[in-house]
């Protein structure tokens, strides 16, 4: 396919850009010496799972549908079976607040590590859980809450903002950990630098020694924006190694957004322009709602390829002597459906195409159907310069909207 010809709204996956990003990992995994798995939550484009599988341990889910997931797809190039027990995911790690015991069975057979989030919980599924435990098959983990915040701003995602229900806190552990856990997890950052983990990690060690001499290998959790351009990555490598001595450790890592950090964009239509007291008022063929949910939620800004400066809907735009502003909305029938504010060269027109940047991670997989919104259509940009280096690799339509509904 050439570019001309793909509908909007697309979201494009760019194979060079993720290639990118997992060299880098890569080299962390190998200079460090430790594991680094891809939290499915923030990306299961799973065409590409294969790709990331060459470069990566395995995969982390938050439940059965992610683990079942990996489980199928999750393979390494030129093999049908991973490592462990001929399942297809070389590691399959799982953590859920609360497993349903009807579940429980299933993770076992195709999970290779379990993470409780409480005493109650790890003790309620032992029956299950053991038996595979003791045969080697799988590998048992508490996640603690180190009740070290590094985040200001975003409660929504600090794990340990006051009242948090995530981990369990030092003054819950009994002495000695429960029998069969071998390992701790940990996950408190977000979007964050070296510098964060390696201060909540001095905490752990000032709080949960004794524990960290009890255990054979740790979780670091996910949040680490490893690939961003201005991560210090020497300083993490270094820091993992004196961790893996200093303790005797395994570790992993489980970034989600810095697998595929500006490995995708989201190509969309202006369908229409509305003139609104302040400014032009562009609607969309995506939406901040529906396509995009974490524009809303976080709240953020995306970038938008060619605009000169953007701002947050809620911020007014001051008047500039270069370029227009315009209002990014879209066409549901919600209010606050805006994108953002953006300063352009000019305004565009109805018909023209925009470019959303960074719109792999933590899009596809939280996209919704509101007001009959149709899916965008899953594109890959193959690394290469033929004009055909676009394949469709889903498209969505009418049938996806009604089968989720009855
Ligand atoms: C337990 C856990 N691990 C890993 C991640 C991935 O984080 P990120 O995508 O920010 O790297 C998350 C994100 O919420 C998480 O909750």
Redesign the pocket.
């Known amino acids: 396919m050439k570019y001309s010809e793909l509908r909007t709204p697309s979201y494009i996956v760019q194979e060079g850009a993720l290639v990118k990003n997992l060299e880098i990992l890569k080299r962390v995994r190998e200079e460090a010496g430790v594991k680094i798995l891809l ?1 499915e ?2 990306f299961s484009m799973y065409r590409v799972y294969p790709l990331i599988a060459g470069y990566l341990d395995g995969t ?1 889910a938050s439940g059965i549908c992610e683990t079942k997931l990996a489980h199928e797809e999750f393979v390494r190039p030129g093999t049908r079976e991973g490592a462990g027990q001929g399942r297809g995911c070389p590691e399959n790690h799982v ?1 859920e607040p609360a497993y349903k015991p009807e579940e429980m069975r299933e993770l076992c057979e195709i999970c290779t590590h379990i993470y409780f989030n409480s005493l109650a919980q790890l003790e309620l599924h032992r029956p299950v859980w053991e038996p595979y435990q003791k045969a080697g098959k799988i590998r048992i983990a508490l996640r603690i809450n180190p009740e070290f915040s590094t985040q200001e701003g975003h409660a929504i ?1 600090d ?1 340990c903002a006051p009242g948090s229900r995530l981990g369990i806190r030092k003054s819950r552990l009994p002495e000695r950990l429960p029998e069969g856990v071998t390992g701790l997890h940990f ?1 408190t ?3 964050q630098g070296a510098e964060p983990l390696i201060e909540t990690f001095r905490s752990i060690e000032k709080s949960f020694p004794e524990y960290l001499r009890q255990i054979r290998w740790i979780n670091m ?4 924006h490893i690939t961003r351009a201005d991560y210090d990555v020497p300083r993490l490598i270094a820091f993992l190694r004196e961790v893996k001595e200093r303790w005797g450790l395994d570790i992993w890592l ?5 697998v595929a950090l500006n490995a995708g964009t989201l190509i969309t239509k202006v369908l229409d322009i509305v003139e609104t007291e302040d400014m032009p008022t562009l609607i969309l063929d995506a939406s901040a709602a529906c396509h995009m949910p974490d524009v809303l939620e976080m709240p953020y800004t995306p970038p938008l390829t060619g605009a000169l400066e953007a701002r947050s809907p809620a911020e007014a735009a001051a008047p500039e002597t270069r370029g227009q502003w315009v209002r990014l909305a879209s066409r549901t029938c919600l209010a606050g459906d805006v994108i953002g504010l953006y300063r352009l060269p000019e305004v565009p027109e109805t018909g023209d195409i925009l470019t959303f940047g960074d719109m792999a ?1 933590y899009s596809m997989v939280k996209n919704n159907t509101f007001n009959g919104m149709l899916l965008p259509d899953i594109v890959l940009e193959h690394d290469s310069q033929s004009e055909d280096r676009y394949e469709i690799v889903k498209q969505f339509g009418y049938r996806d909207f009604k089968e989720r509904l009855s």
């Open positions: 939290a939550k923030a982390t953590f995602y794990p996950h950052l977000c979007e959790g996910g949040g680490h489980e970034p989600g957004e810095a991670i």
